[in-house]
């Protein structure tokens, strides 16, 4: 399908790795222009290279003055914004009784705060070209996980944007929509298997819930979704909290 994506400038937040990169590599295979916002800039090449195609920006986005400066420079070399991804983020474990203050402000910034930044100093480039937002959002927020106060209060925080946004933008024709993420194999959570007792066996253990298919969702899947809300094929889905999950979240646990 020809999403009409070809030449459009997306912000990718934390587009080299995870689900980020495999955003990076559907936006190329649709012709679009990738421009990677992260904090390596060794990753940002090599994802760049790996697909061929894009911009790397090397930024810490936890500054506020970083996020700022990111959106400058894609407007210094393209000329323009067409879309913009939230989707840099980390579940750092910050919870009620292992936090305290300083991390948990700490990990907002990691989850949240860059994400309104980035959207911020964006908007009178979106404004211009009635590009699209699309937050990159977590189960977590609407289940709990244990031990990660921040992260839900994060996602929570990403999914009342999405809403909020979506109805402050109607005016310019800007639409704004979360995906919604549950169970994605990324590199982040294979590091996490690998740290408990029997890996194996915890991933069986998720991996029998997930009703489709018994099976985690790939990165591309999600990337797949996320394509298909940046383009004007959803033109008329807005405010939408969108979950590419397998059914993990909504569905009775008994099937």
Known sequence: MNLDLKGK????TGGAKGIGAGITKALVAEGAIPVVVGRDANDNDAIIKEVGAGFGITAELTHPEACENAVKATIEK????DGLVNNAGVNDGVGLEKGNYESFIASLHKNLVHYYLMAHHALPELIKSKGSIVNIGSKVAETGQGNTSAYAASNGGRNALTREWAVELLKYGIRVNALIVAECYTPLYEKWIKTLPNPEEKLRSITDKIPLGKR???AQEIADM????LSERSSHTTGQLIHVDGGYTHLDRSL
Do not use: S
């Not at 996320?226 to 809300?229: K, S």
């Open 78 to 81: 393209f000329g323009r914004i």
């Open 226 to 229: 996320v394509i298909f809300l």
């Open 216 to 218: 985690m969702t790939t």
């Open 9 to 12: 400038i997306i912000v990718v």
